[in-house]
């Protein structure tokens, strides 16, 4: 069993200690311009034309959406072009690993509230 890299439970941690890893979070989190929440979904379709390959089976596709839920405004599928499709995928990596780190920052925060040692 790998011991070496074991976790600190955040209770465990002075208040020093938990500011510091804060602040190494904060010192993680990326430019955020690229910022894209969302998920991407790939599709493939039919046309319904009568006598299309797709009506054999052979869908037309696939292409590529980003799922953006129920954004105030927006159809909860938005096209991506085939060519920005790496790019809108860098993005919502992006996006996810943004939430990881500001999920660890509030994580400590609220460890330093129960301790009423937020500043």
């Not at 969302?38 to 039919?46: D, I, T, Y």
């Not at 869908?59 to 954004?71: E, Q, R």
Request: with cysteine.
């Amino acid at each position: 069993m790998d011991e070496h890299k074991k976790e600190v439970a955040l209770s465990e941690l002075s208040g020093r200690q938990l500011r510091a890893r804060r602040r190494r979070a904060l010192g993680r989190l990326p430019d955020l311009e690229g910022y894209l929440a969302g998920s991407l979904v790939e599709q493939r379709r039919r046309c319904g034309k009568a006598g299309c390959r797709c009506s054999r089976g052979e869908l037309h596709g696939p292409y590529v959406y980003l799922s953006v839920g129920k954004a105030p405004g927006r159809a909860p599928l938005v096209y991506v072009p085939q060519a920005l499709a790496p790019l809108v995928g860098e993005r919502v990596a992006l996006t996810a690993s943004v939430r990881a780190l500001l999920a660890d920052i509030s994580l400590i925060n609220l460890e330093l509230l129960a301790r009423r040692k937020l500043e």
